[in-house]
Nanobody
Framework: QVQLVESGGGLVQAGGSLRLSCVASGRTYSTYAMGWFRQAPGKEREFVAAIRWSGGTTYYADSVKGRFTISRDNAKRMVYLQMLRLQPEDPAVYYC??????????????????WGQGTQVTVSS
Protein backbone atom coordinates (compact mmCIF):
# COMPACT_ATOMS: atom_id res chain seq x y z
CA GLN A 1 0.00 0.00 0.00
CA VAL A 2 1.11 3.52 -0.85
CA GLN A 3 -0.34 6.71 0.52
CA LEU A 4 -0.05 10.03 -1.29
CA VAL A 5 -0.78 13.46 0.14
CA GLU A 6 -0.75 16.65 -1.92
CA SER A 7 -0.28 20.17 -0.65
CA GLY A 8 0.48 23.65 -1.90
CA GLY A 9 -2.75 24.47 -3.68
CA GLY A 10 -4.39 27.83 -3.33
CA LEU A 11 -5.46 31.03 -5.03
CA VAL A 12 -3.11 32.82 -7.40
CA GLN A 13 -3.50 35.54 -10.00
CA ALA A 14 -3.14 34.80 -13.68
CA GLY A 15 0.52 34.92 -14.58
CA GLY A 16 1.55 33.97 -11.08
CA SER A 17 3.31 30.91 -9.74
CA LEU A 18 2.51 28.05 -7.42
CA ARG A 19 4.41 24.99 -6.23
CA LEU A 20 2.62 21.76 -5.40
CA SER A 21 4.11 19.00 -3.28
CA CYS A 22 3.28 15.34 -2.88
CA VAL A 23 4.68 13.09 -0.20
CA ALA A 24 4.55 9.32 -0.59
CA SER A 25 4.55 6.89 2.30
CA GLY A 26 4.11 3.18 2.83
CA ARG A 27 5.53 0.72 0.31
CA THR A 28 7.01 3.39 -1.92
CA TYR A 29 9.74 1.03 -3.09
CA SER A 30 7.14 -0.68 -5.24
CA THR A 31 6.45 2.43 -7.33
CA TYR A 32 8.13 3.15 -10.64
CA ALA A 33 6.96 6.61 -11.57
CA MET A 34 4.98 9.54 -10.21
CA GLY A 35 2.50 11.67 -12.05
CA TRP A 36 0.37 14.77 -11.72
CA PHE A 37 -3.17 14.91 -13.07
CA ARG A 38 -5.83 17.57 -12.85
CA GLN A 39 -9.57 17.71 -13.09
CA ALA A 40 -11.62 20.85 -13.65
CA PRO A 41 -15.37 21.02 -12.94
CA GLY A 42 -17.34 19.26 -15.65
CA LYS A 43 -14.23 17.88 -17.31
CA GLU A 44 -12.42 14.56 -17.31
CA ARG A 45 -9.25 14.05 -15.38
CA GLU A 46 -6.26 14.83 -17.57
CA PHE A 47 -2.56 14.17 -17.51
CA VAL A 48 -0.23 17.01 -16.56
CA ALA A 49 3.25 15.62 -15.97
CA ALA A 50 5.15 12.53 -14.84
CA ILE A 51 8.62 11.58 -13.68
CA ARG A 52 10.51 8.35 -13.15
CA TRP A 53 12.14 7.71 -9.81
CA SER A 54 15.15 6.19 -11.54
CA GLY A 55 16.87 8.57 -13.93
CA GLY A 56 14.32 11.34 -13.51
CA THR A 57 12.94 11.18 -17.05
CA THR A 58 10.07 13.63 -17.36
CA TYR A 59 6.92 13.81 -19.45
CA TYR A 60 4.58 16.75 -19.96
CA ALA A 61 1.24 17.49 -21.49
CA ASP A 62 1.52 19.92 -24.39
CA SER A 63 -0.71 22.38 -22.57
CA VAL A 64 1.80 22.87 -19.75
CA LYS A 65 5.12 22.24 -21.45
CA GLY A 66 7.46 25.14 -20.89
CA ARG A 67 5.46 26.45 -17.94
CA PHE A 68 5.32 23.56 -15.49
CA THR A 69 8.25 21.59 -14.12
CA ILE A 70 8.02 18.26 -12.33
CA SER A 71 10.80 17.15 -10.01
CA ARG A 72 11.40 14.61 -7.29
CA ASP A 73 13.44 13.93 -4.19
CA ASN A 74 14.10 10.20 -4.10
CA ALA A 75 15.37 10.17 -0.52
CA LYS A 76 12.29 11.96 0.79
CA ARG A 77 9.97 10.18 -1.62
CA MET A 78 8.49 13.49 -2.66
CA VAL A 79 7.44 14.89 -5.99
CA TYR A 80 6.86 18.53 -6.87
CA LEU A 81 5.10 20.48 -9.55
CA GLN A 82 6.39 24.00 -10.10
CA MET A 83 3.77 25.94 -11.99
CA LEU A 84 4.74 29.19 -13.69
CA ARG A 85 2.67 31.69 -15.66
CA LEU A 86 -0.58 30.22 -14.49
CA GLN A 87 -3.45 30.81 -16.87
CA PRO A 88 -7.25 30.77 -16.52
CA GLU A 89 -7.25 27.30 -18.09
CA ASP A 90 -5.17 25.84 -15.26
CA PRO A 91 -7.64 25.93 -12.33
CA ALA A 92 -8.51 22.42 -11.20
CA VAL A 93 -8.05 19.89 -8.47
CA TYR A 94 -4.55 18.54 -8.90
CA TYR A 95 -3.88 14.92 -8.03
CA CYS A 96 -0.65 13.12 -7.31
CA UNK A 97 -0.43 9.54 -8.56
CA UNK A 98 2.00 6.62 -8.43
CA UNK A 99 2.54 3.78 -10.88
CA UNK A 100 3.81 0.35 -9.87
CA UNK A 101 5.00 -0.73 -13.28
CA UNK A 102 6.66 0.90 -16.28
CA UNK A 103 4.29 1.66 -19.13
CA UNK A 104 4.76 2.89 -22.66
CA UNK A 105 2.29 5.73 -22.23
CA UNK A 106 2.84 7.50 -18.93
CA UNK A 107 -0.15 9.77 -19.47
CA UNK A 108 -2.73 6.99 -19.12
CA UNK A 109 -4.85 7.19 -15.99
CA UNK A 110 -5.19 3.42 -15.78
CA UNK A 111 -1.42 3.06 -15.53
CA UNK A 112 -1.46 4.54 -12.04
CA UNK A 113 -2.28 2.49 -8.99
CA UNK A 114 -2.31 5.00 -6.15
CA TRP A 115 -3.88 8.43 -5.90
CA GLY A 116 -3.86 11.30 -3.47
CA GLN A 117 -6.96 13.19 -2.41
CA GLY A 118 -6.11 16.25 -4.47
CA THR A 119 -5.33 19.90 -3.85
CA GLN A 120 -7.30 22.82 -5.27
CA VAL A 121 -5.66 25.36 -7.54
CA THR A 122 -7.62 28.52 -8.31
CA VAL A 123 -6.54 31.22 -10.74
CA SER A 124 -8.01 34.71 -10.65
CA SER A 125 -7.78 37.43 -13.28
Amino acid sequence: QVQLVESGGGLVQAGGSLRLSCVASGRTYSTYAMGWFRQAPGKEREFVAAIRWSGGTTYYADSVKGRFTISRDNAKRMVYLQMLRLQPEDPAVYYCAASRAPVRTTSAIYAYDYWGQGTQVTVSS
